[in-house]
C-alpha cells in the first residue's frame, strides 16, 4: 500500500510532526492551522478529534478539547471543514482520535469518509491490538488508512514485535510513561528506551511522542527514531501567542 | 445464555478491554493471574477471615416485618450497611487489596463517587500498611464531607478531580491518568463492576459473597434458597451484580435493577443509562452509556454521588439487553422518601444511593407470597447533611 505516509517515511530526513486539536482556539481555525504547518515546513500533521474524556492526555490536551467541544466541533463538522483540504495540501494528514466518536459515527462511514478527504491514517490510543485485529483491519486496509498503534517503555519485546507485524506506516513510540505534556525534558531512562527500540530493527520506523516540546528534545528523540510529533507544546503556544504564530514555533524546533 | 464474563471479559456484546497501549502490561498482568491467585487456598483463607473478622460477615438477612406490612409481600433486608465502613464496598478491596499485594504492587490508587468506596480503600490500605492515592470529583468532596473526613482520617490523600462534571466519572478519569503515570508499583482498585476486563469480573466475584450468603440464609428463612425477585441500585453496578450472581441462571429469581433517574429521566438531568444510553466506550469498557449522537459522554445527574455515572457495568447491559433483568429508575424524590420510609418503618437509614433500590415499590406491585430480597448496599451517615437539607430537619 503507497500513502502519503509511506512515501514520507522514505525521505532521508528526521520528520517534525505536529498534533493540533480541531476547532481549537477557535471552531474554524482548522484549515489554517494546517496549512500554515506545511507551509512552515512541518512534514506530518495529527489533527485531534477532541473527546470528552481523553484517557491518555493530560491538563493541556484536556482543555484544549473541552474548549474545542464548546465551540461546537462534532465529528461531522471536521470533516466538512476538511472537505477541500487536498487542494492546497500535501503532507500527511493523520486523524488522531479516541474510538468511541468513530464508534457512534460508524466505523465503515468515517473510514469512508476519511478516504475520500484525503486522509492518510488513524491514531486511536483507546482501540486495541486485539480488537483492530478482529474486527477492524479489514474496513481500514479497504479505505487505505495506516493505522498507527503506540508502544511505551513498559511494553514488552513480544508485544512490540506483534505491534511491528501489525503496522503498515510507523509506530509511535511513547517517550516515558506517562500521559501527554507531563514531562521535563529526557534523561538516561529514555536514552536506554530509544536505544533498545533502535536495536530491535523493527519493520516499521519509529516516531517519538509525548514531552517533546523544544529543540533539545527534538534531537534527543530523533537521534535514534525517524521523527517526533509535539502536541501539548503546539497547544500551549496557540494559546498564549494566537493562530497567527506558528510560524514562530516551528522555528524554535528546527 | 452465559450471564457471566467469557474469556476476553464479554458479557454478549458488552465488556472487553477497549485501553490505551500505556495501561496494557498491567491490565494484561492482572488478566493473567486474577483467577489463579485468587482461587489459591492461601488467598481464600486470608479474605474469608477478613470478611469475617474485620468486615463482620456474614451480613444479617433480616425480615423487614412493617415494610413487608406496608407493600403486601415478605421483603428480606441484606443488611451490608452493617459491614465494617458501612456499605458492601468493603468486600472488594478486601479482595483487591490481597490481589495487589500478591502482584507485588505498594501503591494504591482509587476513585470516589459517594466516598463510600474511597473510604473502604482507605481503610485496608491503613490494614495493610499501604500508600493509598483517592480521586473524587470536587462536587462530590463537597456533598460527601463525613467521608472525605474519614479517607484523611484513615491516611489516605484526597485527589479532587476538577474537569468535566467534577464527580465519579471525572475522578475515573483522574485515577487511570495515575495509572498512567505510575506504570510499575500501582493497583488501581476500581469501585464498581465496570472498567476493562477483567475488573468488571473480578469485583462481581469478591461482591458475589452478597447472594452466596442469601442463599443459605434464606434456605433457613423460608425453607428455600431462591427468592422470587432480588433488587438492587446499579451505580456501576457492584452490589447488583454481588447480589445477583448466584441466582443469575435460575430463572425462577426474577432480578430487578434500580437506576438513579435523577429529577427524571426525561429533564435531561439524570442518571438513569438503561433508559437514555446507547452502545459506547467509557472506562475501558464497552457497555451502555449516556452520550451525545458524536459520541461524547454525557454529564449524568443524580442527588447520590454513587449513582451519578453515566455508565454501568457490562453484565448489567447484558441483564438489560438480553432481558434477563427488568430495569426501573427512580427520581431524587422517590429515593428521598423511600429512605425515609425505611427509616421510620425499621428503623434504618439508608444510604441514599440504596433509598433508590426501595423505590421499587413506587414502580412495581409484588404478590403477597413474594419472597423479595432487597440489597441495602449502605447507611445513610454519610448522607445526613443531605437528609438534613431535603427534609429540612435542622
Ligand atoms: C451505599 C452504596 N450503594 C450503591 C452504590 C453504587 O455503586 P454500585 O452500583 O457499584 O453498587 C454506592 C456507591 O458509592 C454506595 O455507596
Not at chain 2, 19 to 26: D, R
Not at chain 2, 359 to 381: C, N, P, Q, T, Y
Request: with cysteine; charged share 20%; net charge negative.
Amino acid at each position: 500500500m503507497s500513502n502519503r505516509i509511506t512515501t514520507k517515511l522514505q525521505e532521508d530526513k528526521k520528520l517534525l510532526s505536529i498534533y493540533f486539536t480541531a476547532g481549537y482556539p477557535a471552531l474554524n481555525d482548522t484549515v489554517q492551522i494546517i496549512q500554515d504547518l506545511e507551509k512552515n515546513g512541518v512534514d506530518m500533521i495529527e489533527i485531534g478529534l477532541p473527546f470528552s474524556d481523553p484517557l491518555a492526555d493530560g491538563p493541556t490536551i484536556q482543555e484544549s478539547s473541552t474548549a474545542a467541544l464548546k465551540n461546537g466541533m462534532t465529528t461531522e463538522i471536521l470533516f466538512n471543514q476538511l472537505k477541500n483540504i487536498r487542494k492546497t495540501v500535501s503532507i500527511p494528514l493523520i486523524i488522531m482520535g479516541y474510538f468511541n466518536p468513530m464508534l457512534q459515527y460508524g466505523v465503515e462511514a468515517f473510514c469512508k469518509k476519511c478516504q475520500e478527504i484525503g486522509i492518510d491514517g488513524l491514531i486511536l490510543p483507546d482501540l486495541p491490538l486485539d480488537v483492530y485485529q478482529e474486527d477492524y483491519e479489514a474496513i481500514f486496509k479497504k479505505y487505505e488508512l495506516i493505522n498507527v498503534f503506540l508502544i511505551t517503555p513498559q511494553t514488552s519485546d513480544i508485544r512490540i514485535r506483534q505491534i511491528d507485524d501489525a503496522s503498515n506506516g510507523f509506530i509511535y513510540m511513547v517517550s516515558s510513561a506517562s500521559v501527554t505534556g507531563s514531562k521535563s525534558g529526557f534523561g538516561q531512562e529514555q536514552e536506554n528506551y530509544f536505544e533498545r527500540i533502535a536495536a530491535m530493527n523493527l519493520k516499521n520506523p519509529q516516531i517519538v511522542g509525548f514531552g517533546i516540546k523544544d529543540e533539545e528534545t527534538f534531537q534527543q528523540a530523533t537521534k535514534t527514531a525517524k521523527g517526533a510529533i509535539i502536541g501539548s507544546a503546539f497547544i500551549k503556544h496557540l494559546t498564549a501567542k494566537g493562530t497567527n504564530s506558528v510560524a514562530e514555533f516551528v522555528k524554535t524546533i528546527r | 445464555m452465559n450471564y457471566n464474563a467469557d474469556e476476553k471479559g464479554y458479557y454478549g456484546e458488552f465488556g472487553g478491554a477497549f485501553i490505551p497501549e500505556m495501561l496494557y502490561p498491567n491490565v494484561e498482568e492482572l488478566r493473567q493471574n486474577y483467577l489463579k491467585l485468587m482461587y489459591e487456598d492461601s488467598f481464600q483463607k486470608e479474605f474469608n477471615q477478613l470478611l469475617k473478622d474485620y468486615v463482620g460477615r456474614p451480613s444479617p438477612l433480616y425480615f423487614a416485618k412493617r415494610l413487608s406490612e406496608k407493600h403486601g409481600c415478605k421483603i428480606y433486608l441484606k443488611r451490608e450497611d452493617l459491614n465494617h465502613t458501612g456499605a458492601h464496598k468493603v468486600n472488594n478491596t478486601i479482595g483487591q487489596i490481597l490481589m495487589a499485594q500478591r502482584l507485588g504492587k505498594t501503591r494504591i490508587i482509587a476513585e470516589t463517587g459517594a466516598g463510600q468506596h474511597g473510604v473502604a480503600t482507605a481503610t485496608v490500605c491503613a490494614l495493610m500498611g499501604m500508600e493509598c492515592i483517592v480521586y473524587m470529583g470536587e462536587i462530590d468532596i463537597a456533598r460527601q464531607a463525613p467521608n472525605v473526613a474519614r479517607m484523611k482520617m484513615l491516611g489516605a490523600e484526597v485527589r479532587p478531580a476538577k474537569s468535566g462534571s467534577r464527580t465519579l466519572k471525572d475522578a475515573t478519569n483522574e485515577a487511570i491518568r495515575d495509572w498512567i503515570n505510575n506504570p510499575v508499583d500501582t493497583h488501581y482498585i476500581i469501585g464498581s463492576a465496570i472498567g476493562p476486563h477483567p475488573y468488571p469480573d473480578m469485583v462481581t466475584r469478591f461482591q458475589s459473597v452478597i447472594s452466596e450468603e442469601i442463599k443459605w440464609q434464606l434456605k433457613e428463612h423460608e425453607g428455600r434458597e431462591n427468592p422470587d425477585y432480588v433488587v438492587a441500585c446499579i451505580g456501576g453496578g457492584s452490589n447488583a451484580a454481588g447480589t445477583y450472581y448466584h441466582f443469575l441462571d435460575e430463572p425462577e429469581v426474577g432480578i430487578i435493577a434500580v437506576e438513579a433517574a435523577g429529577k427524571g429521566v426525561n429533564s435531561g438531568e439524570s442518571a438513569a443509562t438503561s433508559a437514555l444510553g446507547k452502545v459506547g466506550i467509557i472506562h475501558g469498557c464497552k457497555t451502555m452509556l449516556m452520550q451525545t449522537t458524536d459520541g461524547q459522554i454525557t454529564e449524568p445527574y443524580s442527588i447520590s454521588a454513587g449513582l451519578d455515572y453515566p455508565g454501568v457495568g457490562p453484565m448489567h447491559s447484558h441483564l438489560f439487553k438480553s432481558g434477563r433483568a427488568e430495569f426501573y429508575s427512580a427520581t431524587d424524590d422517590e429515593a428521598m422518601a423511600a429512605g425515609l420510609e425505611l427509616s421510620q418503618l425499621e428503623g434504618i437509614i439508608p444510604a441514599i444511593e440504596t433509598g433508590h433500590a426501595f423505590a421499587i415499590f413506587e414502580h412495581k406491585k409484588f404478590k403477597k407470597d413474594d419472597v423479595v430480597v432487597i440489597s441495602l448496599s449502605g447507611r445513610g451517615d454519610k448522607d445526613l447533611n443531605t437528609y438534613i437539607d431535603y427534609f429540612k430537619l435542622a
